[in-house]
C-alpha cells in the first residue's frame, strides 16, 4: 500500500513542473501567449493520479486478502473469476511457476483496467474490494472537516470539469468558447485530489 502512495506522490510531480513552467513563463518571461493549457494539463493529471491511486489501493488490497492478510470483504467474497484463472489456481501447487497469486492478479487487472475510478459512486464501489466501511466518503468527509455532501459534490464537479477538458476540449456548450481557467483553480484542484487521497490511503493502509 505504501508504495502505491509513493507512485500516487510521483505522479504529482509533473503537476508541479507544470506549474513552476507557468508561474516561470507567465512572471517573468511574460511571455503574451496563451498559457492556459499548461493549467488544464495539471487538473487532467491530477484526477488521473487519483484514478490510479485507487486501481492500485485495490490490487494490492485484494492480494493482500488473497493471501488471508487483510479481511476479505463480502463484495471480495462476491468477485467472480473466469474458468480459466480457476482452473489456473486450483493447479497450483506450492512449485509451480507462476504461483496461484500470479493467475488472480491477472485477473483483477483484466477486470479493472477498463473502469475509471474517478467519480465517487466508483470509488466507493471499487474500494468496497477491501475496505469493509460502509460510509466511506462521510468518513473521509470528516478527517477532512466537510460535510458527505460537499466533498463528494466537490470530487464531482472536478471530474466532470477534467471530462470536459479531455473530451470536448474545455469548449462551453452554449457559447462555443474556452472555459476560463486560473492557476488559483488548478491549486486547488491538486490540493483537494491529494487530501482525498491521503485520506483514503490512510483508511485502507
Not at 9 to 27: C, F, G, H, M, S
Not at 34 to 57: F, G, M, N, P
Request: proline share 3%.
Amino acid at each position: 500500500m505504501h508504495r502505491a502512495f509513493n507512485q500516487f506522490q510521483e505522479n504529482l510531480r509533473p503537476i508541479k513542473e507544470l506549474d513552476a513552467l507557468y508561474v516561470y513563463l507567465t512572471d517573468v518571461v511574460r511571455i503574451p501567449s496563451d498559457l492556459s493549457d499548461l493549467l488544464r494539463a495539471q487538473w487532467v493529471y491530477a484526477v488521473s493520479a487519483l484514478d490510479k491511486l485507487i486501481h492500485e489501493l485495490i490490487r494490492i488490497g485484494m492480494l493482500e486478502a488473497f493471501h488471508g492478510n487483510r479481511v476479505r470483504t463480502s463484495k471480495f467474497m462476491a468477485f467472480g473469476l473466469s474458468l480459466d484463472t480457476h482452473y489456473a489456481i486450483v493447479n497450483t501447487t506450492p512449485t509451480t511457476l507462476p504461483p496461484a497469486e500470479y493467475w488472480f492478479e491477472q485477473e483483477i487487472v483484466n477486470r479493472h483496467k477498463a473502469l475509471s475510478f474517478q467519480d465517487p459512486v466508483k470509488i466507493a464501489d471499487g474500494l468496497s474490494l477491501v475496505w469493509d466501511e460502509k460510509h466511506k466518503w462521510q468518513k473521509i468527509a470528516l478527517a477532512l472537516s466537510l460535510s458527505h455532501e460537499d466533498l463528494t459534490t466537490r470530487l464531482k464537479n472536478i471530474v466532470a470539469r477534467r471530462n470536459q477538458i479531455v473530451h470536448e476540449s474545455d469548449l462551453g456548450l452554449l457559447n462555443g468558447q474556452r472555459n476560463a481557467i486560473s492557476k488559483a483553480d488548478t491549486d486547488f484542484v491538486t490540493t483537494f485530489i491529494e487530501q482525498i487521497a491521503t485520506e483514503i490511503y490512510n483508511a485502507v493502509k
